[in-house]
């Protein structure tokens, strides 16, 4: 996205909307508490702002900058496919799928499929280095890393020296097993277990 441009958020320091904003679009602030998507909108004559944080911090951002723009809402649902951390509702996302849905919405569908491409590999390359092969390996069945990436998988598939005695493991120490959803979804990725 060589447009896109970082910005960090303080309440005690407000973001200039002039820093912001772009001549001749839209301003969209995305946010579940907004207003549902315009329909028919088109790339060029909008400006997303995705808000990313805690779900707390971001209602606080949405409340601040509400007032530049369009406050817009998604019409996401379903199942995540972060599969690095369990989805709490089956309408919250992370921020890079409100990205995709909304990249796709727009049209921008070269763009949304190779940052797709990127994202399930970050996934399902993270699900493996934490030791879940099985999970890893069910990501990719519905995934579109096995043909935009055959020879990285392969490297990664690739038998390596005490690949047998690999346990799972975190920064805060050994993992927990994966959890069961009885929505039908593969198992979540466990938490670390307590010392």
């Known amino acids: 996205m060589p447009a896109a441009r970082q910005h960090l958020w303080r309440r005690e320091r407000p973001i200039d909307p002039a820093s912001i904003r772009k001549p001749g679009r839209e301003l969209w602030v995305l946010h579940p508490h907004g207003a549902p998507m315009p329909a028919g909108a088109a790339a060029t004559k909008v400006q997303v702002v995705l808000l990313d944080g805690a779900w707390r911090e971001t209602s606080a951002m949405a409340q601040g900058m509400g007032a530049w723009g369009r406050l817009v809402s998604l019409p996401m649902a379903g199942e995540s496919r972060y ?22 919405a727009l049209g921008c569908q070269e763009a949304h499929d190779d940052l797709r491409a990127q994202f399930e590999l970050h996934v399902y390359a993270n699900l493996r280095a934490r030791g879940f092969k099985e999970l890893a390996a069910e990501f990719l069945k519905s995934s579109p890393v096995p043909a935009c990436f055959p020879e990285m998988l392969a490297q990664l598939h690739t038998r390596r020296p005490n690949d047998e005695a690999a346990q799972p493991w975190s920064a805060a120490g050994p993992l927990a097993p994966p959890v069961s959803n009885p929505a039908g979804r593969p198992p979540t990725p466990p938490v670390a277990a307590p010392p």
Do not use: G, H, N, P
Not at 83 to 89: F, G, N
Not at 96 to 102: D, F, G, H, K, S
């Open 83 to 104: 599969w690095l951390r369990a989805q709490a509702d089956v309408s919250r996302f992370s921020t890079i799928e409100a990205l995709l849905w909304m990249m796709q």
